[in-house]
């Protein structure tokens, strides 16, 4: 009796434990293939490097996707690299990531060199070479003093050359005020004493590695040059106190479906505007001599040579042909009354002599015959200077054409006593060509070289001074 009942009980139990174990068994068999599901997909399907199920789900369409509330500061940072407009490029869209992931940016100043530049190049490369350089550039400019030509680089605090309102107003933001990019004074800065469990680096393994994106419903890259998807959620869920990014270059780094984001980006650029006082200022007074804001036409035409900028070298005398024929075909819909022709009294005789206090384009226009009087004032923009043969064509066509060397040097006085509040290097030459751009943008209308960074920004603050065209 007493070995049945105990045996019942036994077998009660057991089928008590099977019973138990069978039910662990699927519970746990049904994670695992539902997690591996998820992985795959997003892998598989995305290419997406980061897995973004490190905690809880979120809707699809849900557009902030915040899994870790916390009132604790997080930062975030990048390594800049190549030219300024490369680099301006980059700090819009760390301005961006910043507002998106909530996090603190330790923004980079911008680097200006006397010669070559930091070439793009993926995370590990780029790292080895802005820090060997920079800290190289340290000693030696100490050494040598910083107008010494072996003295190649200055680091200047985007804040002294833009606007920062928008900036203010939107993000956090930190200076990054240690000179050689090294992590380790980043880490100490920032009390970072375990890095593995405190830093994450985006590490790209290739130039265009990752393209961030928004939407759950995005799929593929909008840009073949990408090899890989990476989810905002999935960096906005990340817990380390840093996000340290390689190379954000790019104007299609983000595939942005969220009208919240897609706007926000496009303020963050049009709000990067050249606010620096004696820039300004030159810029204004020179464009007096025009005749006054939205009084000529603004030409932007890059050269280029045969070397290191040959993509504008081989077309350079295509671009002057279409740009000289553009605006031909613009003179055309201009009326004559553009050069306030009225106001010029006519005399007995059809040339009017100049005089010293008139500003220079109406002595241009005094100089020239009554026919060629319909013709706009110009301000031409170039990296090379008025006597390069390539720029025959586009004078001859033209009689009152503008440029910053050959009319208005005198202008650029001031500027040469502009130095870098954080090393006392003279800015002079790194500004030039921010002065010819500033003029060029404040005719009432731009035509810029095709495919130019420099012209698309000189477009931006034209559409910002003087309004859409
Ligand atoms: N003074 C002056 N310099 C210019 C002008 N346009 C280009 N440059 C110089 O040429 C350099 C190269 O131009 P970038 O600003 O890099 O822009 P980009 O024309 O798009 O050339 P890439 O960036 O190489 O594609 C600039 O650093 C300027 O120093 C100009 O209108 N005036
Ligand atoms: C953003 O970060 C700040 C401080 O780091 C924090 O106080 C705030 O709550 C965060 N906002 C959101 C929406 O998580
Ligand atoms: C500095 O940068 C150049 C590229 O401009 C690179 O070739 C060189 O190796 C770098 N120097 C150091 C010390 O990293
Ligand atoms: C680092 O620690 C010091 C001392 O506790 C503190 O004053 C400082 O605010 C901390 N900095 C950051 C970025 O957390
Ligand atoms: C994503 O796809 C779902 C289902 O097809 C749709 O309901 C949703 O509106 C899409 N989201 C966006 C932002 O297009």
Redesign the pocket.
């Known amino acids: 009796m007493l070995s049945s009942s105990s045996l019942s009980i036994i077998n009660h139990r057991w089928f008590f434990f099977v019973i138990t174990f069978f039910a662990i068994y699927l519970a746990i068999s049904y994670i695992i293939t539902s997690f591996t599901q998820i992985d795959n997909e997003i892998t598989d399907k995305k290419k997406t490097y980061v897995s973004y199920i490190d905690e809880t789900s979120t809707t ?2 849900s557009h902030s996707c915040f899994g870790t509330e916390s009132n604790e500061e997080r930062y975030m940072t990048y390594l800049p690299h190549s030219g300024f407009h490369n680099q301006r490029n980059m700090l819009e869209n760390a301005v961006f990531l910043s507002w998106v992931l909530n996090r603190t940016l330790i923004m980079p100043p911008v680097i200006f060199t006397k010669k070559s530049i930091i070439p793009h190049r993926p995370y590990n490369i780029l790292y080895k070479m802005i820090t060997g350089n920079m800290t190289n550039n340290v000693i030696t400019c100490k050494r040598k003093g910083v107008e010494d030509n072996r003295c190649m680089f200055t680091q200047l605090d985007w804040e002294e050359l833009m606007d920062f309102k928008f900036i203010k107003k939107n993000i956090r933001y930190i200076h990054r005020g240690d000179q050689n990019f090294n992590v380790n004074e980043l880490y100490s800065f920032l009390n970072i004493t375990n890095p593995e469990n405190q830093v994450f680096t985006l590490a790209e393994e290739t130039r265009y590695d990752f393209q961030f994106y928004d ?3 995005i799929t593929k890259v909008s840009d073949d040059q990408f090899d890989h998807l990476i989810h905002l959620c999935s960096l906005q869920r990340r817990k380390e106190k840093l996000i340290h990014f390689g190379s954000i270059y790019h104007l299609n780094r983000f595939n942005l ?2 009208k919240k984001n897609i706007e926000f980006l496009k303020s963050v650029r049009e709000n990067m505007i050249i606010n620096h006082p004696v820039l300004l200022d030159i810029g204004d007074k020179i464009s007096e001599q025009l005749g006054g804001l939205g009084s000529f036409i603004g030409v932007h035409l890059r050269l280029g040579d045969m070397g290191f900028d040959k993509k504008f070298g081989q077309k350079a005398e295509e671009n002057v042909d279409s740009i000289t024929k553009s605006l031909l075909n613009e003179i055309g819909d201009i009326p004559s009354s553009y050069n306030k022709l009225e106001e010029i009294e006519v005399s007995d005789s059809n040339y009017l002599i100049p005089t010293n206090t008139m500003i220079e384009s109406e002595k241009c226009l005094r100089s020239i015959s009554p026919e060629q009087r319909n013709f706009p004032i110009i301000y031409l923009a170039s990296d090379k200077p008025r006597n390069d043969h390539r720029l025959k064509k586009f004078l001859r066509e033209f009689p009152c054409v503008f440029m910053l060397f050959s009319n208005f040097e005198k202008y650029l006085e001031p500027l040469k006593k502009v130095k870098n509040p954080r090393d006392g290097a003279l800015l002079y030459r790194y500004f030039v060509p921010f002065v010819d751009g500033i003029v060029a943008a404040r005719g009432n209308k731009f035509i810029g070289t095709p495919e130019s960074t420099f012209s698309d920004y000189v477009l931006r603050l034209h559409e910002h001074w003087v309004g859409p065209q």
């Open positions: 699809s369409n939407d759950e419903n479906r969220f």
